[in-house]
Each structure stands twice: as C-alpha cells, then as structure tokens.
C-alpha cells in the first residue's frame, strides 16, 4: 500500500529559529499533498494544500509567510515554519495520495516544540 | 460545505465489551465517510470507508461501520473489545469547496479499554 514517510519525528529549535519538515511518498506519485496540525487533544486542522509545481493553497486564518510550503517534485513536499514561536509548538502531520477512492495515507507526524 | 460531528469525546469499554463510537455527517449528497485511528504520536491510519457501495462496511482490526442514510450516522462498531484498541478515533467526510477536495474531520473520540 502507498506509505508516507515523514522526517523528523520530533525536533525541537530555539525561538526566532526556521525549522524544515519533510513529507515524502515513498511507492507513489503525489501531485496533491495536505499539511494539517494537530493541538492537544484535539482534531486535525488543515493547513493548506500543497500542490506539485504550483504555489500552495493555505485554509483561512493560516499565514502563508509563517508557514512556507513546497512542493518541488512528485514525491516530496516541504512545511517550513519560519520565525518559530513557541505557540507554533504542535503536532504536524502531512497526507498524500488521497482521492474519495482510496483514502488519504498519512505521515507519521512531527512534534515541534519552541523553546 | 460537508461536516461530521462526533458524539463523545471520550468513550470507556471493559475489555471484551462492544465498541461503539458514534460519527453524524451533515451533507446533502451522498457523502465520502472514513474512519481513522491515531495512536500516541503518531500519524493517522484508517480503518475503513464508505464510498457509496455496501453499506456495512469492513474494515481492519475487526471494525466495521454501517451507513444509515435515514440517520445520516456512520458510527463504528467493534464486537469485542481489546486492549490494543485504545486509540483516539476520528470520523472524516470529503468535502469539496472552490473546486478542491479536501478531508474533514471530526473532534475525535478517546476510546479507553479497561481490563
């Protein structure tokens, strides 16, 4: 079955610091990947569509300068979140090759905290 | 816009017992339905869904889900209950806006299985 792998697993960076995540698609092509964040105890947010080749879609309310995303090639799909506060400390997680059809895989999740 | 509300934010079963976690969704048409389980930390894998076909549905680790479209219900059942079971639950519609598809999620419910 189609696998996403995600990297890193936690990281934790200093206030004011970038921090790169990755999200790739190991046995699959992935035009369209969706970047969500997670806080305590809660449900998933969608943060914004990443889409191959062409600028992402962010949701209402997300700062696309906060929160820059690329998408470069089929199988890899970057959230970089920059000038990190600590109140950007979550839980992230990416998703790819998602259609009706076949559900939507996702990545094992990066914990993120600012210190 | 497509939406699902779950019933129960936290549901409590003895080992051996039936599980039943409740999902509602809110769509004029026939709606795209997943359920997915999360573990501590980790990523989101799903358990089964609905795409207009049976309306029982099957899925992994012995759950299965029946659509009721007079109920407009899509809850999840599992027989008998394991420890292994305890997770935290999330029911999902596809909801499509501005001509983009995208999963939306429910507030999750926390199954806890005692022994």
């Known amino acids: 079955g189609a696998v996403v792998s995600q990297h890193p697993s936690r990281v934790i960076c200093k206030s004011g610091t970038s921090v790169k995540i990755e999200c790739r698609s190991l046995?699959?092509?992935?035009?369209?990947m969706f970047w969500y964040r997670q806080f305590p105890k809660q449900s998933l947010m969608l943060m914004a569509t990443s889409n191959e080749g062409s600028k992402a879609t962010y949701e209402q309310g997300v700062e696309k300068d906060k929160f820059l995303i690329n998408h470069a090639s089929l199988t890899l799909s970057t959230l970089t979140v920059t000038s990190a506060h600590p109140e950007d400390s979550s839980f992230y997680i990416c998703?790819?090759?998602?259609?009706?059809?076949?559900?939507?895989?996702f990545g094992s999740g990066t914990r993120l905290t600012v210190v | 816009a497509q939406s699902v509300t779950q019933l129960g934010s936290h549901v409590s079963v003895s080992e051996g017992a039936l599980v039943l976690l409740r999902c509602n969704y809110s769509s004029s048409v026939p709606p795209y339905l997943f359920w997915y389980v999360q573990y501590p930390n980790q990523g989101l894998q799903l358990l089964l869904k609905y795409t207009s076909a049976a309306t029982l549905v099957k899925g992994i680790n012995g759950f299965e889900a029946e659509f009721k479209k007079s109920e407009t219900s899509f809850h999840l059942t599992k027989p008998s209950a394991h420890m292994s079971d305890a997770a935290e639950y999330f029911c999902?519609?596809?909801?499509?806006?501005?001509?983009?598809?995208?999963?939306?999620f429910g507030k999750g419910t926390k199954l806890t299985v005692n022994p």
């Open positions: 998703s790819a090759g998602g259609t009706y059809l076949y559900g939507y895989t």
């Open positions: 999902a519609v596809i909801s499509e806006e501005g001509g983009s598809e995208k999963l939306v």
């Open positions: 046995d699959f092509q992935a035009t369209t």
